[in-house]
């Protein structure tokens, strides 16, 4: 029986699934990572080995590959040092160095150049936030990598002190997300890496998405010598692949925080700034957008009430939609879209008859849906193709959900068997790897019955946010 491993470096935790060609689970282990927004990316690395031997090793696996977390910046010295702690996607330390670039070339222009409005979760602001703040650290910058081309680039046998920079590759899913990679032209924008860090830089070469990375080396823990390595990819665009999207497919995933990804095949230029415009792991486009508050807002509502998400359900499914006028804007820790960092929560339109825990419930619900379709439709409003839509997530297998977004959107909904949808992309590629095609794995689930549309939910959400927060 032939095997493949597939990595998913998240950033909570590494996890390894070991599937066979038909894309069945063999086994899978999982070791976790410190927490925090700096990470020496060496314990990226030994968690990965930590996971591997929780999965009983992987010395029967023919090739292997890495999604992971994206955009983190792990700047590395000619000879391969890490230089500080890889700032990750959630660091926020960056925020200033977002104002600063968009004041020296227009906010306009980097969505024109890269298809991406300047968030502080890219790349390119952390190049920025380490000449402004650690200049000698800039200056000694002679490679710059993201965090699933750090795990390749050990997998073959790369070690601090010891740097070929032709060893160094990514994949167009993860350059994409970087704010110095072009749509367009397929190819880096060196100029605006020295923009924000003051020189050029080596960045890691970009392969083609069924192409090997290389393969693994002597001497590693658990992992055989000499099998192909995956091109390896960001998590999302790993996830999209696992799903199998197809043009007119588009996703909402629903974890603690929220994400609303298409597939397309062109890049997208949002001026709004709400969406963007990231490659996938297929050769096709993944425009991406995103909000920081998803299941969390009904846990912090089931937590108020004293309730489990099961009776959450039951209260929403008993309550009216719109909640007799009860709204509830779930940006409990600020928000990402809208552009809001700073906004609170605010539970808006209360009066003696509509403050009950079924509404109460039920707007909980409702807010979180409503900040997701606001990202979808803004995707539709771009030219991008959605005829059905995927929900993902731990919020996606929840009676409320399902019954609640039909009445929103009217796109037919399919609702996915929960799984490791990053490591199952990542397994995905090893086959391509190792064989020169993706397989064709079957994506069971189900399909969420149509509903009554109740356009008064997303309206009364809309009026709300611009009555309280002007957007």
């Not at 807002?297 to 959450?312: N, P, Q, S, Y």
């Amino acid at each position: 029986m032939t095997l493949v491993a597939g990595v998913d470096s998240s950033t909570q935790s590494c996890k390894v699934v070991v599937r066979d060609l038909a894309g069945n689970i063999v086994r899978e282990g999982r070791a976790p990572h410190p927490p925090g927004t700096a990470v020496d990316p060496a314990l990226w690395w030994n968690a990965m080995l930590s996971a591997v031997q929780a999965a009983g090793g992987l010395m029967d696996v023919e090739a292997i590959s890495v999604g992971a977390q994206q955009h983190g910046m792990v700047a590395m010295d000619e000879r391969g040092n890490v230089l500080r702690d890889a700032l990750m996607w959630n660091d926020t330390s960056s925020a200033p160095a977002v104002v600063a670039l968009n004041d020296e070339l227009g906010a306009d222009e980097w969505v024109r150049r890269t298809g991406l409005p300047l968030a502080v979760s890219f790349t390119v602001t952390k190049l920025r936030w380490l000449r402004d703040n650690e200049p000698d650290n800039a200056a000694e910058a002679a490679a710059v990598i993201l965090p699933h081309d750090y795990l390749t680039w050990r997998l073959k046998g790369g070690e601090p002190g010891h740097l070929d920079m032709d060893d160094l590759t990514t994949d167009r899913s993860d350059a994409s997300g970087t704010a110095y990679w072009s749509g367009e032209t397929e190819d880096y924008c060196h100029d605006l890496v020295e923009v924000a860090l003051g020189h050029r830089v080596h960045l890691p070469r970009v392969l083609g998405p069924r192409e090997s990375a290389g393969v693994t080396a002597e001497g590693l823990p658990g992992i055989p010598a000499g099998i192909p390595i995956g091109v390896g990819g960001g998590d999302n665009a790993c996830a999209a692949l696992a799903l199998g999207l197809e043009i007119g497919d588009a996703v909402i995933s629903m974890g603690t925080s929220g994400t609303v990804y298409a597939r397309t095949d062109r890049p997208v230029h949002d001026f709004s700034g709400v969406v963007s415009s990231y490659a996938d792991a297929s050769g096709a486009h993944l425009p991406l957008s995103a909000t920081l508050n998803a299941a969390r807002d009904v846990d912090v509502v089931a937590r108020l009430l004293g309730r489990d998400h099961g009776e959450i359900a039951y209260l929403a499914s008993v309550a009216s939609p719109g909640c007799d006028g009860l709204t509830l804007l779930p940006y409990f820790e600020g928000e990402r879209t809208p552009n809001l960092p700073d906004a609170r929560a605010s539970l808006y339109g209360m009066n003696i008859a509509n403050t009950t825990p079924a509404n109460l419930a039920r707007a909980a619900v409702e807010g979180m849906l409503c900040s997701q379709v606001v990202m979808l439709n803004a995707t539709i409003d771009l030219g991008v193709p959605v005829e059905r839509v995927l929900i993902i997530g731990g919020a996606a297998r929840s009676a409320a959900v399902r019954a609640i977004l039909p009445q929103i959107i009217d796109k037919p909904i399919f609702a996915p068997e929960p799984g490791e949808y990053v490591a199952q992309g990542a397994a995905m590629q090893a086959v391509a790897a190792l064989t020169g095609d993706f397989p064709d794995w079957e994506q069971c689930g189900d399909t969420i019955e149509s509903a009554e549309q109740h356009p008064e939910i997303m309206g009364q959400h809309l009026e709300v946010r611009q009555r309280i927060y002007g957007v």
